[in-house]
């Protein structure tokens, strides 16, 4: 395939984020879609670029993901994410990770170590720690923010819903190859090792070189209940418009079970699309050679 114009779409989670924090939500993404460009262009590979934009997202405190990232109902940290490229269908995920700076990084040495495709818990940190991934102190990455918004949930005073969300992104390089990696500290209070739809193939990240890549956010059992990355994907694959089928998931998911969310989408074509049913998202698009456009 020709003419493709590589391109990264970056999400920092579908949620309400309050209106004064809303252009720094969008800025943050902004700027993890610029650093993924680059990468795009010094390597040419989707696959790299989004891993550079989910790390610069796990960084910001701003988002639900690495530092930042939302508690459990016992205070802890139990971090999910997932990475997947479109030529060979490989995925690796981590589920309930202890605390780590980057639990995307280590999804793509799940991903490229192959053995399996996903590791949880205790099992997900020893592996990590086997790879060469240093354990975090949990003080580094727990913020004041999410400290009292734990707080307030727990008082009844707040929704379990995170207004950062989850962070994810999804690129098409030159060739027409795909991929998709998504990262999330989960909703607040929630059971320690509950597991949300981040790191399940299909739900929260899906890419496939012949369909399309999606990245998803919002709640994640609403999100595995329908599968809703591939769901939109499959549209892609039928010749639906990227634009187009972002909306049309977006939509059947609101209809069929009123899920909340939000997706972003590329085609191999290098076509992309973002949708949501809840009052913000913070997003950005960096396409070569152009301008970045974001918002929320």
Known sequence: ??????????????????????????????????????????????????????????????????????????????????????????????????????????????????????????????????????????????????RERLAKVKAGRADAGWAGSTVGAVACDARGRVAAATSTGGTVGKRPGRVGDTPIAGAGTWADDDAGACSATGIGEHIMRTCLSKSACDLL?????????????????GRRIEGRGGIVVVGPDGQAGLSRNTATMSWALARAGEGTEFGF
């Open 237 to 253: 694959r039928a010749g639906v418009p990227a634009q187009e089928a972002a909306d049309a998931a977006i939509a059947a998911f």
């Open 1 to 146: 395939m020709s003419g493709i114009v590589p391109v990264v779409v970056v999400h920092g989670g579908a949620g309400d984020v309050p209106r004064a924090k809303r252009p720094v939500h969008a800025e943050g993404c902004k700027r993890a879609a610029e650093a993924a460009r680059e990468v795009l262009l010094e390597t040419g590979r989707a696959l790299d670029a989004v891993i550079e934009a989910v790390v610069r997202l796990e960084a910001d405190p701003l988002f639900n993901a690495g530092t930042g990232a939302c508690l459990t109902s016992d205070g802890t940290l139990e971090l999910d994410a997932s990475v997947m490229e479109g030529g060979g269908l490989t995925f690796g995920a981590v589920a309930s990770l202890p605390p780590f700076a980057h639990p995307i990084r280590i999804a793509e040495a799940v991903r490229a170590d192959g053995r399996h495709a996903c590791y949880a818990g205790a099992g997900a940190a020893r592996f990590a720690t086997e790879q060469g991934f240093e354990p975090a102190d949990p003080e580094a990455l727990v913020t004041e923010a999410a």
